[in-house]
């Protein structure tokens, strides 16, 4: 007994020395990692085979928004208006192939198409004249905004596209301190602990608006830094400038972590600014600062560990999806380049992640598609390292 006893205690003891030589080997190569400047990054490859081919010859438009459910069925919004009559044919009545798809697609998890509607006029409200963005909230509601000229709303909708509520309405001014209207907007979210809709106002106004996502009410909005937006044209971005003091438009993402920071994306300005829920500035960071045109900051979403550790931001003007660390907002990796072929992109717009951490992308102008990146776990990379195309590892 006492011999098993002994054993018993010997084992319990290398266990621990085990433990606790693995723990100090982690710290240790971490440390050897940091001096060297690598860092640990996810790793991403393209599913050149996500999503499968749509039905009825159906023909996909310029790609601006995307938004995954609580079941990981992927939501994309496109504009079947700049399908042009060569590639909807068959809707001109001149060939065979092919024809406008609607503007709402869900996609389910293996690339299947699900549901599909949207785009049309009804008594209750006019669809954008330029669709814009989509998000899945919390109770499995879908919304859309738009940035035509003279879209002043957001729609929301059930997932097979029955009419919930409108908010604002079309024809309306371009106002950054109305609380009726919007102006142009560029992306919604959705928080689910106090069921609230932030807007990012967007194309013509300047500013996050933040309303009841229930009853629409308009609580409460602000400008970069927290001021009141102000509509005054400051002129094009100019990176050697002092930072201006004002969005410029479009403000085209306002995204909240888990620990209730709002990210939102000054696209023009290249940067991101961080605030607390009520619009006090947090933080700021830019991101290809040089880029001019229509920036670097289209959209962002966030890693699915708990921490959420990583910002991944689509660039749709250098053709890449950057990595940061959330907490400091530093440049860790990127990966992606210019081009048609499954994992580059032409002008890659939105983004999301799913539960798996896979991400998705759309793309805008002549891209027009729908991309996933598969989550590979973990790699060791030179800090600032770009990737390139992540093609699958293993073929040629």
Sequence with gaps: ??????????????????????????????????????????????????????????????????GVDANDHVWIVHRP??????EAAETEKTGECCSKA????????????????????????????????????????????????????VLKFTQDGKFIMKVGDKGVPIDSNSTEHFGMVAKIFVDAKENE???????????????DADTGKFKRY??????KPDDTNIGRYN??????????????CAEMSKDRMVYVCDRPNDRIQVFTPDGKFIKEAWVSKRTLGDGSTWDIAFSNDPQQKFIYLVDGHDEKIWILDRQ????????????????????????????KGNIYTTETYDGRR????????????????????????GTK
């Design 239 to 252: 990176p050697d400038a002092e930072p201006a003091q004002q969005f410029r438009t479009p403000v085209h």
């Design 1 to 66: 007994m006492k011999r098993n006893l002994s054993i018993g205690a010997a084992l319990v003891v290398a266990f621990i020395a085990l433990g606790v030589g693995q723990i100090v080997l982690e710290k240790r190569t971490a440390a050897q990692d940091k001096a060297a400047g690598k860092v640990q990054v996810p790793r991403f490859e393209v599913d050149p085979t996500f999503p499968k081919a749509m039905p009825n010859h159906w023909y996909q438009g310029m790609s601006i928004g995307v």
């Design 102 to 153: 609607p503007p709402i697609l869900e996609f389910l998890p293996d690339g299947t198409l699900g549901r599909h509607w949207g785009g049309s006029d009804t008594a209750d409200y006019k669809w954008p004249a330029s669709n814009h963005g989509v998000t899945i909230d919390h109770k499995g509601n879908v919304w859309v905004g738009g940035n035509g000229a003279g879209d002043g709303e």
């Design 81 to 86: 208006d700049t399908v042009n009559a060569l």
């Design 328 to 355: 400091s907002l530093e440049i860790l990796t990127s990966f992606g380049d210019g081009g048609k072929m499954p994992g580059q992109f032409y002008a890659v717009h939105s983004i999301a992640t799913d539960s």
């Design 197 to 211: 809709a932030y807007i990012a106002d967007g194309y013509g106004n300047k500013r996050v608006a933040v309303i």
């Design 370 to 393: 729908l991309q996933k990146f598969v989550y590979k776990g973990m790699q060791t990379v030179t800090k600032g390292e770009d990737q390139g195309t992540v093609w699958p590892r």
């Design 222 to 227: 602000w400008g970069a830094y927290g001021h």
